[in-house]
């Protein structure tokens, strides 16, 4: 569903909110994590989009072609 572009666009806003809520209890229910805020913010207060980071991220081969991936 997250590889339909058109989809993604379409009901963004939506998939955002239910995406961040997955995170959430991901962190605080699963793995009893409670210090970090979901969303993230940057220093200058801006929120950091995880539905945009988790689409590039599979996009470019997902999380072990980042971290051992070549530069």
Not at 9 to 33: A, C, P, S, T
Not at 37 to 54: A, C, F, G, N, T
């Amino acid at each position: 569903m997250l590889d339909d572009r058109e989809y993604v666009f379409k009901y963004k806003v939506d998939l955002q909110r239910k995406f961040e809520k997955m995170i959430r209890w991901f962190l605080n229910e699963y793995m009893g994590i409670n210090s970090r805020p979901v969303p993230p913010y940057y220093l200058d207060q801006r929120k950091i989009d995880l539905l945009s980071l988790y689409i590039l991220v599979a996009k470019d081969g997902g999380y072990p072609q980042k971290t051992y991936g070549q530069s």
